[in-house]
């Protein structure tokens, strides 16, 4: 079975993964420094991450608070939001098909191209040409593209998907996550704050998998597919988590 990979946090990372997980991405002033001490970060290291987010332009001063305003991490927050929710499951059989017809991009269009394709939940068959099941939205076009929808002829939809995705190790990483998550639901439960640094790990992994994960319909994924269990656990342990965190941020709301 995969190991959970719990990265460490530092002042952005944590500011960031905070404000990917609230409804309105939004913090009171006081917060940061009330995170920096919930995670023992210097309180002149977490003024400087902010100082350079401000500069940057991923927050901005909204009254009394710092909201997200970067539309790259905008965008992340939407992917990773629609990721928390039940997989529509009706699907007709056709796919959504994008492929590059420009003649030429830069390195910054590509990235972006890129990166709009993960976040849109997209399989790349080739480096121009992404698809998946049309069991979601349609990916939002993008210059110098061409998104088509439609039935695909020549190949088995459960063939194709294997070659999009490798479902076998994100069954195996979604195992681990559950079993991480159970701990920490647990944990959160008993020991309060004294848990956030762990379970705030745990949280933005478990993001991070359902970010990507890639919401396919049920016929097209294995029978013991673990993900609906994880997005029902992880609704659970984000309502005692926000709880908790809002007690130790004093009283800030949190969902």
Known sequence: MDDVELRPLNARSLVLSVLLGL???????SSPGRLA?????????????????????????V?????LRAERLLARKHAQDIGRRPVADAWDGSWWVVTVAAPSRGL???????????NARMGELRPETWLRPANLAAPAGIDGTVVIGGRLSGTEPADLVTRLWDLRSMGAQCTALLNELGTCLTMLERRGARALARTTMTSAAVVRFLRVEPM???????PDW?????????????????????????DQPLP
Do not use: H, Q, W
């Not at 409804?23 to 002033?29: H, Q, S, Y």
């Not at 001490?37 to 001063?61: D, K, N, Q, Y």
């Open 23 to 29: 409804p309105t991405p939004r913090l009171d002033k």
């Open 37 to 61: 001490e919930l995670f023992a970060i210097a309180p002149g290291t977490m003024r400087t991450a902010i100082s350079r987010m401000l500069a940057a332009g991923e927050l901005a001063v």
């Open 63 to 67: 009254g009394d608070g710092y909201e």
């Open 108 to 118: 910054g269009a590509r990235r972006e191209f890129r990166t709009a394709m993960a």
């Open 216 to 222: 396919l319909p049920r016929r097209l994924v294995p």
């Open 226 to 250: 673990p993900v609906d269990a994880l997005r029902d656990l992880y609704a659970d342990f984000d309502r005692v988590y926000g709880r908790v965190l809002g007690e130790a941020l004093g």
